[in-house]
């Protein structure tokens, strides 16, 4: 069964360093996604960053990356350059498998990471 | 930029009323989730919605829930006799179909939410 763990449930990092949020996932697929998004205290979802299954290369969004180690089957986020607007709790979420008749695209989510940057 | 919309933000009601939750996905996204997150706990799959009917349902989504699609851009949750666990944060969410390898294709545009509170 698919599964995501987050082992962090709180980071503390200082105002304009990087900060490495911990994400390990379990699945038989060959084929799959990784998602990171952010809720602030607001409560919405935002999305970050995604990464492929096939993806050779780590993804990037601006101060985003994702440490992506398919063996240990690891999807990092990291942080850099850390801002105050970054306090926020921190979800990773996997997909499993193409879209089709077989596969719905639902998301799996782990229980999350709260990140508070300190100034 | 297009998103998801919910209605209402916040809604209260009481124990073994019926409360109907609104989305509207983004225009051209063919594929429809909900979520929950319970207070202080992850975000959790409810079902999704491909080709006007329900492609997979957890184990959450019990008779006392439905979905409809009832015009192009509504999507819509019930609860038909809600009960005090019922109290979350709801989410709609919807996604497009492309290419399997690009990320437009494989994005969860989530929407801000609806907060349930069951009294």
């Known amino acids: 069964a698919q599964k995501i763990t987050q082992t962090q449930p709180g980071m503390f990092v200082q105002e304009k360093e990087a900060v490495t949020l911990d994400c390990t996932y379990d699945?038989?697929?060959?084929?799959?996604?990784l998602f990171w998004y952010k809720q602030p205290s607001s409560g919405e979802m935002i999305f970050l960053i995604y990464q492929g299954s096939y993806d050779e290369q780590n993804a990037t969004e601006g101060r985003y990356s994702l440490n992506f180690q398919k063996a240990r089957k690891s999807a990092n986020l990291v942080i850099s350059a850390s801002q105050l607007g970054d306090s926020a709790m921190y979800f990773c979420a996997m997909r499993e498998g193409s879209y089709g008749s077989s596969n719905t695209g639902k998301l799996i989510f782990g229980q999350g990471t709260t990140l508070q940057v300190k100034p | 930029e297009p998103e998801v919309t919910q209605t209402p933000s916040h809604q209260v009601t009481q124990m073994g009323q019926e409360v109907i939750l609104r989305c509207v996905p983004i225009?051209?996204?063919?594929?429809f989730y909900w979520y929950r997150q319970i207070l202080g706990q992850k975000v959790e799959f409810l079902v999704s919605f491909y080709n006007n009917e329900i492609s997979e349902k957890s184990e959450i989504f019990d008779d006392q829930f439905s979905v409809e699609r009832p015009d192009g851009s509504n999507f819509t949750l019930k609860i038909r006799s809600t009960k005090l666990e019922d109290s979350a944060m709801y989410f709609c969410?919807?996604?497009?179909?492309?290419?399997?390898?690009?990320?437009?294709?494989?994005?969860?545009?989530f929407g801000p939410g609806t907060r349930l509170t069951v009294l």
């Open positions: 969410a919807s996604s497009e179909t492309h290419s399997p390898e690009t990320r437009t294709y494989n994005e969860q545009f």
């Open positions: 699945t038989s697929d060959q084929s799959y996604g």
């Open positions: 225009s051209n996204h063919l594929y």
